[in-house]
């Protein structure tokens, strides 16, 4: 079986989250220090190839794909939750093209293969991350 079917998907990556600055301040306690927790990672665009499709069908009425951003780090040495992946579903044997149609991105050969196409941010640093 042949075909040739084509979509056209905008995709963007998570992220990160904000690192915080943070003190700790009790009464009792003659040296709080600095206790800002660092932010999320930011969420992955994944392809995978996966069973049951045939065609690209799904792309031409949702072409906005978005990852989710990192939450921001919080005191109390909170670190904020990572973002979530976007994964876009196709079938097997898709190709993935740059937007100028010539440069091959990855080619989706076998069953349950995964690429990256776009990296999320890395979460900021937090001020506990400074002391020593």
Not at 14 to 32: L, T, Y
Not at 77 to 83: F, I, L, S, V
Request: net charge negative.
């Amino acid at each position: 079986m042949k075909f040739l079917d084509e979509a056209k998907v905008y995709i963007r990556a998570g992220d990160g989250g904000n690192g915080c600055v943070s003190f700790r301040r009790e009464k009792f306690i003659e040296f709080g220090g600095p206790n800002g927790g660092d932010g999320g990672k930011g969420g992955d665009v994944v392809a995978e190839a996966v069973e049951g499709l045939n065609t690209l069908i799904d792309y031409r009425y949702q072409q906005h794909f978005l990852a989710k951003n990192g939450r921001a780090g919080m005191g109390k040495d909170r670190h904020g939750a990572n973002g979530a992946d976007a994964v876009l579903k196709v079938p097997v044997g898709t190709q993935i093209y740059e937007e100028d149609g010539e440069t091959l991105l990855a080619d989706l050969v076998e069953l349950g293969q995964r690429v990256v196409l776009l990296r999320g941010g890395n979460g900021g640093f937090g001020n506990a991350h400074f002391k020593t």
